[in-house]
């Protein structure tokens, strides 16, 4: 049981996460979710990499993203390094209304996705205050804003994306008439190795306990219904991903 103090500590940061949830979601709330872009921005000129790649713009040449603990790092920095020359990628937005832009830019995207308790997991061990529910009303929420648009960008399961990327780019050059270099994903998987075997195993086995206690959370009552649409809508998107190989 949680810390009474913890837990009230913990409030204003699940507002704020439900609230840039529903600003992510829809184009009109732009304006709004515009200062998620700019810290985003800083964050990304402090380390010493272009803020170019947390937007969408007329100078983006392929979006790769999608609802977070998706492998869009691994996806994002994998496709980086493969490149002869610099490609303007935007990644990370985990917007639906970004993505939307993308499209009717007709600029590339490559969607990833992946079933939801393992996503929702990765992102609440990272972020605990994050309740399984509002995990999956994100979820639901995010991937039903941009099914309707399903034949505008490649899907990228969690498998597809962490051991066949290579082929998924070379989807995304088929679909798009692009000519990116494909993923060396046997050197991807070993750097991922490589920066696994270096992480802090006290701050790993902090991040697994707290997987453990927030699974707990898919199997109350409150959260059945919403799972079983969460598995329903990933299903949907893993059936079209297997079509179009």
């Given at each position: 049981m949680q810390n009474p103090i913890n837990l009230v500590m913990q409030l204003p940061r699940r507002a704020l996460f439900s609230y840039r949830s529903i600003v992510s979601q829809e184009p009109a709330c732009w304006f709004l979710y515009q200062p998620y872009i700019w810290h985003g921005q800083?964050?990304?000129?402090?380390?010493?990499?272009?803020?170019?790649?947390?937007i969408v713009s007329s100078a983006t040449q392929l979006v790769i993203d999608g609802f977070p603990?998706?492998?869009?790092?691994f996806a994002a920095l994998a496709f980086k390094r493969s490149q002869k020359q610099y490609i303007n990628l935007a990644h990370h937005l985990h917007?639906?209304?970004?993505?939307?832009?993308a499209i009717e830019r007709e600029i590339p995207v490559l969607l990833t996705i992946r079933e939801p308790v393992g996503a929702i997991l990765s992102i609440a061990s990272r972020r605990p205050y994050i309740t399984a529910t509002q995990g999956l009303h994100t979820y639901i929420g995010f991937y039903s804003k941009l099914k309707p648009y399903s034949s505008h960008y490649v899907i990228s399961t969690f498998e597809q994306s962490t051991q066949h990327l290579?082929?998924?780019i070379a989807r995304v050059?088929?679909?798009?008439n692009?000519?990116?270099?494909?993923?060396?994903?046997?050197?991807?998987?070993?750097?991922?190795?490589?920066?696994?075997?270096?992480?802090?195993?006290?701050?790993?086995?902090?991040?697994?306990?707290i997987r453990e206690e927030k699974r707990q959370e898919f199997t109350l009552e409150k959260n059945a219904q919403l799972l079983i649409q969460a598995k329903a809508l990933y299903q949907a998107y893993e059936e079209l991903a297997h079509q179009r190989q």
């Open positions: 800083r964050k990304l000129k402090a380390a010493g990499v272009s803020p170019q790649e947390r603990g998706s492998a869009n790092s917007s639906p209304s970004q993505i939307l832009q290579d082929r998924m050059n088929t679909v798009f692009t000519n990116f270099d494909l993923v060396d994903i046997a050197k991807a998987n070993a750097d991922r190795q490589t920066k696994k075997a270096q992480r802090d195993s006290e701050k790993l086995a902090i991040r697994e306990s």
